[in-house]
């Protein structure tokens, strides 16, 4: 593993007091050059305060004046990060940092240009559970794709490939711009199974964000990728 390699985490925070501390402390411990890039989306808790005490010289810490969603934060993550390769991660602890060198070394087998997390979905709830299985079915079939799990938060890549997607700020339609784009500009995606627990109290809704997430899919495989 290249020890010179700096990996930007980035990170849309949005009401996590409870767990926001305990995961900086989490992302820290990793044994990987990291740069934190923390977006507060307009948090209404204490969240902000919590942040604002553990800005080191690892973190880039930025404040959204309004709500904007999920994707509007990763798209002005981006534009604050600087490293060699980034990675999404929720606030939320369903996902372990732990899995960090795992994922970054699958990257550098040198087959790939970007690799996702796999989750095992077998505890989510069951309305989320198939409406992932739904939506990665949906992104297979219009991309002759093989995933199994399109709708991870955990997918790392070169931070220049990432940036070079040209995201749009969104709420999650996030998930399927990205692995849409990726997949239209013919970049190649490994998966790598991953620790995930999920909780119950979650911010996405099924059946509020679920259509919107399918009409993205859709959108990108027909429209130009900068639209």
């Known amino acids: 593993m290249d020890e010179n390699l700096t990996l930007s985490v980035l990170m849309p925070v949005y009401n996590e007091e409870e767990h926001v501390a305990e995961l900086v402390r989490r992302v820290r411990e990793i044994p990987l050059r990291k740069q934190l890039v923390v977006v507060d989306d307009c948090s209404t808790d204490r969240t902000w305060e919590i942040l604002q005490s553990l800005v080191g010289p690892d973190m880039i810490l ?113 998930e399927p711009e990205i692995t849409a784009k990726l997949l239209r500009k013919g970049y190649r995606i490994a998966e790598v199974p991953i620790w995930y627990h999920p909780r119950q109290a979650k911010k996405l809704n099924p059946l ?7 009409q993205t899919l859709i959108k990108y495989r027909f429209a130009r990728l900068d639209e």
């Open 62 to 174: 930025v404040r959204h004046g309004v709500n904007k969603g999920k994707g509007a934060a990763i798209v002005t993550a981006i534009a604050h990060a600087t490293g060699d390769v980034a990675i999404i991660q929720d606030a939320d602890l369903e996902y372990d940092p732990r899995d960090y060198p795992k994922l970054l070394a699958r990257l550098q087998q040198g087959d790939c240009d970007a690799v996702y997390g796999a989750r095992d979905l077998s505890s989510q709830k069951t309305t989320t559970r198939w409406g992932n299985r739904f939506l990665t079915l949906v992104t297979n079939l219009l991309y002759g794709s093989h995933l199994s799990d399109m709708e991870t938060c955990y997918k790392m890549m070169p931070l220049e490939i990432l940036r070079g997607l040209k995201l749009r700020p969104s709420r999650f339609q996030i």
């Open 208 to 214: 509020k964000d679920g259509p919107p997430a399918l």
